[in-house]
């Protein structure tokens, strides 16, 4: 649908609006556990006078008009508006981009075929009379947004996304404890949710070995192979959120810290943030109208960029990246990763492995988080013995220093993977991200 907006004067003015569809079903031990489906529309109206920015949000399109208007009153005109730092850096761009409009909408795909899917997985990779499976959940999701951003400078761009998801997770009870483990992936259409059956039974079959098997490792320092899941989750928590300028503008310590051109690890290691691709965090252009583009956070041990909006980039004196982001047409926008990840190297996981005499492999991981000291979680990991990946491992807390780690990076395989199924918490906002890298080798972390 066509809108034109009669912005005011000499007041820098926008207007973001959001349609947004989501539908979800979950089967837990043989009942109908969660089922639903919802449908929004809404616009967050702003206007800026160069001292204050005065927002609105309405859940009607024909009411925008009346909301700028409003907001209008209660801002103090600005002639000089459009030479203010912040409103300079905001590009104008005018563009649509639909991927998933046609017949990759996931809107066309009916209640009854999402339940065919997860049904079909229940009965191929669940076996009821499965004794140490004491608990099971099947789950399928899909959502679908449709934005649009128009600006008193002549932005208008448009554009959707969507992200369907599968999980099958399994509770084992060995002994009388009870662990959880199983498969999850998020994809960007409903087909390539299908075919999975083999990849959910071989995680099964980890996980129980690893019930039934792991021991307590004995606490110290280890040199470690990260799987890529493992690599994707301490790019994002250990070193992505640093990269978020915002941060900068009222930590001091950071922004000493974290200077551009200084060498900040190995020379293996290059991290990205790219919102351009078509995997969880896709962002064509940010909730400010800036487009995507390929950022180069370090490259090569050398840091090279960080993630801006306008207001840190004006403020820095560095290029916007876009990478402003909101939750949705509630929140306003800040700046927040996309698709973030560590390039793949050219070294061999099997000579990774071979080159370390006594070490730990940390396969997969449930969660982490990072400051000057990272922590992680891991949930299927095995001891390294002489070159060869040998019995499963408890291990309860991964940590290490992140500077220190950077450097301790001495080997990157060429087994990248690109992993969609994150959402970021940042102040009180959840967005769309993916994170991923290679298996990487670190001479030193410390396990408990």
């Not at 071979?354 to 990072?370: E, H, L, R």
Request: negative net charge.
């Amino acid at each position: 649908m066509d809108y034109h907006f009669e912005f005011p004067k000499d007041l820098y003015a926008e207007v973001r609006m959001e349609e947004r569809y989501e539908i979800w079903l979950a089967i837990r031990n043989g009942e109908l556990d969660n089922d639903g489906e919802s449908a929004e529309v809404g616009a967050m109206v702003r206007v800026f006078d160069g001292n204050m920015w005065y927002t609105a949000t309405t859940n009607s399109f024909e009411e925008i008009q009346q909301q700028l208007d409003a907001l209008a009153k209660v801002a103090v005109p600005n002639p000089d508006i459009y030479e203010h730092k912040v409103v300079k850096e905001f590009e104008v761009n005018r563009d649509e981009i639909f991927t998933y409009d046609k017949e990759s909408d996931l809107r066309k795909v009916t209640r009854n075929q999402w339940k065919e899917i997860v049904d079909g997985y229940i009965d191929k990779c669940v076996d009821p009379e499965d004794p140490e499976v004491t608990f099971w959940i099947g789950s399928i999701n899909g959502q679908h947004e449709r934005k649009r951003l128009i600006t008193s400078k002549g932005t208008d761009v448009a554009w959707d996304a969507q992200c369907c998801g599968l999980s099958v997770y399994f509770g084992f009870t060995v002994d009388g404890i009870t662990s959880y483990g199983g498969f999850n992936t998020i994809t960007m259409t409903v087909p390539e949710l299908l075919g999975h059956e083999k990849e959910i039974l071989k995680k099964k079959a980890m996980y129980l070995d690893y019930a039934k098997n792991a021991k307590d490792v004995e606490a110290g320092e280890y040199e470690c192979i990260l799987a890529p899941i493992v690599t994707a989750m301490f790019t994002h928590e250990s070193f992505g959120h640093k990269s978020e300028a915002d941060y900068m503008l009222t930590d001091k310590t950071l922004a000493e810290e974290w200077v551009l051109g200084k060498k900040v690890g190995s020379e293996k290691v290059t991290i990205c943030d790219d919102g351009r691709l078509l995997h969880h965090g896709y962002v064509p252009y940010d909730d400010e109208g800036t487009k995507a583009g390929k950022t180069y956070l370090i490259k090569e041990g050398v840091l090279t960029g960080r993630l801006h909006d306008a207001k840190s980039a004006s403020i820095m004196g560095e290029k916007k990246t876009g990478n402003s982001r909101a939750q949705d047409y509630h929140f306003q926008p800040i700046v927040r990763m996309t698709n973030t990840y560590m390039e793949a190297g050219t070294d061999k996981l099997e000579d990774m492995i071979a080159g370390i005499k006594d070490g730990v492999y940390v396969v997969d991981v449930s969660n982490g988080t990072g400051n000057s000291t990272f922590v992680m979680n891991p949930t299927l990991c095995y001891r390294i013995r002489d070159g060869k990946v040998c019995e499963p491992i408890r291990v309860h807390m991964l940590t290490g220093s992140v500077f220190q780690t950077l450097y301790d990076v001495d080997a990157v395989a060429d087994d990248f993977e690109l992993f969609d199924q994150y959402q970021c918490g940042k102040s009180g906002q959840g967005v769309r991200v993916s994170a991923g890298g290679p298996s990487i080798r670190v001479k030193k972390l410390s396990i408990s």
